[in-house]
Structure formats: structure tokens, C-alpha cells
T-cell receptor, first 109, second 115 residues
Framework: GQNIDQPTEMTATEGAIVQINCTYQTSGFNGLFWYQQHAGEAPTFLSYNVLDGLEEKGRFSSFLSRSKGYSYLLLKELQMKDSASYLCAGMDSNYQLIWGAGTKLIIKP | IAGITQAPTSQILAAGRRMTLRCTQDMRHNAMYWYRQDLGLGLRLIHYSNTAGTTGKGEVPDGYSVSRANTDDFPLTLASAVPSQTSVYFC??????????????FGPGTRLTVL
């Protein structure tokens, strides 16, 4: 079966660094996506990884290990506006996204 | 308009009633998708369309139907609503259904309550 696992909730402090982990199991693999979703809003794209390694984009970085079926999203210099849910999604052999339930990130001052 | 729009924003519906959720995009994207999002669960694909004139079933298609008469519009119809269809519905689109880099753009969502 296909499955995406990520923690339900995490708490971090403003200005700190947080790493959100995701493990995936998909039928075939065509990449790993991270989306951000603020409460009551639509998901918005953050990152895409298809090769092993780290992709950096400003304060956000995403890492992929295909052999381990593992990805993480790293958020640096946390700001209050980063309080949101972070959705991990794997793309299967049919180019369909399999979504995790999301990690709710709570930022404290 | 820019991006994807959905209508209505929210709706309360009596069980057994028919309802169509509307979705329109102006990005000329080939692929469009309908998801439902329920608390504690990931987004689940209901139906999709890789290009105008074609549709396919996703993970949870029962009780829903779609059509794709043109590139821009992708309505979702609940023929006879049931309380288990209470959810937030998101429409999304992407430029290319078959490409591995397939960023999906989401509409603002429709919050549907079936009583």
C-alpha cells in the first residue's frame, strides 16, 4: 500500500530551527513535495525533491533520501507567520500525489 | 480572475439534495483535481482530469461525479448528498499531469456541511 507518515504536531520557539520529518511508501516514485497550509486556507507549494540531497530555498530547505524513503523540511529563523500545517506528499508512478495528514507547527514567542 | 476560484465558499446542504461545486482556473493548465480534506486525514483525491475531455477516478470517487468540457472548468457534483460528505473540498490544477515536476495550485476551498 501507499502511505505517508509525519508527526501530528510540533512546537518550536521563534528564531529557532525546526525539522519536520516524513517517511513515504509509494507505488513507484516521481518526487516528494512539501506544502504549507495556514488554518482555513489552501495549501501552497514549498518544495520539490526528486534526487537525493538537500534543496535550499531561503529559510526553508528540504532533504530527500530515496533509499530510506525519507524526507525532511528544515525551517530556520522561525517567525510567528510560520505557524501552519506542513503537508508532505509523495508522487507515485501514475503521477498522483499521496498526501500525509500534515504536521501542525506551533511557534511560541 | 487570477489562479483558481471555487464557489460557493461554504454551503449547508440537506441530505439527499444534489449539489455542484464549481471550479475555474485561468492558467490554461491541462490537469485539474478535486480533493477532500478531513480532520486528521491527508488530502484525498476524488477525481482528476489530465486534459479537457477526459476524467479519472481517484482514491474516494463514490458519490461524486465530474466533467471537463473545457480547459478552464471542472465542476464536482454530489448526486445525493450524505452526511459523510461533510468536508472541505479543494480544487487544484497543474500545468502537466504527466511530468514529475507537477506543482499543484489550489483554490481557496469550499466548506460543505451535509445535515
Amino acid at each position: 500500500g501507499q502511505n505517508i507518515d509525519q508527526p501530528t504536531e510540533m512546537t518550536a520557539t521563534e528564531g529557532a530551527i525546526v525539522q519536520i520529518n516524513c517517511t513515504y511508501q509509494t507505488s513507484g516514485f516521481n518526487g516528494l513535495f512539501w506544502y504549507q497550509q495556514h488554518a482555513g486556507e489552501a495549501p501552497t507549494f514549498l518544495s520539490y525533491n526528486v534526487l537525493d540531497g538537500l534543496e535550499e530555498k531561503g529559510r526553508f530547505s528540504s532533504f530527500l533520501s530515496r533509499s530510506k524513503g525519507y524526507s525532511y523540511l528544515l525551517l530556520k529563523e522561525l517567525q510567528m507567520k510560520d505557524s501552519a500545517s506542513y503537508l508532505c506528499a509523495g508522487m507515485d508512478s501514475n503521477y498522483q500525489l499521496i498526501w500525509g495528514a500534515g504536521t501542525k507547527l506551533i511557534i511560541k514567542p | 480572475i487570477a489562479g483558481i476560484t471555487q464557489a460557493p465558499t461554504s454551503q449547508i446542504l440537506a441530505a439527499g439534495r444534489r449539489m455542484t461545486l464549481r471550479c475555474t482556473q485561468d492558467m490554461r493548465h491541462n490537469a485539474m483535481y478535486w480533493y477532500r480534506q478531513d480532520l486528521g486525514l491527508g488530502l484525498r483525491l476524488i477525481h482528476y482530469s489530465n486534459t479537457a475531455g477526459t476524467t479519472g477516478k481517484g482514491e474516494v470517487p463514490d458519490g461524486y461525479s465530474v466533467s471537463r468540457a473545457n480547459t478552464d472548468d471542472f465542476p464536482l457534483t454530489l448526486a445525493s448528498a450524505v452526511p459523510s460528505q461533510t468536508s472541505v473540498y479543494f480544487c487544484a490544477s497543474s500545468d502537466d499531469a504527466g511530468g514529475s515536476y507537477n506543482e499543484q495550485f489550489f483554490g481557496p476551498g469550499t466548506r460543505l456541511t451535509v445535515l
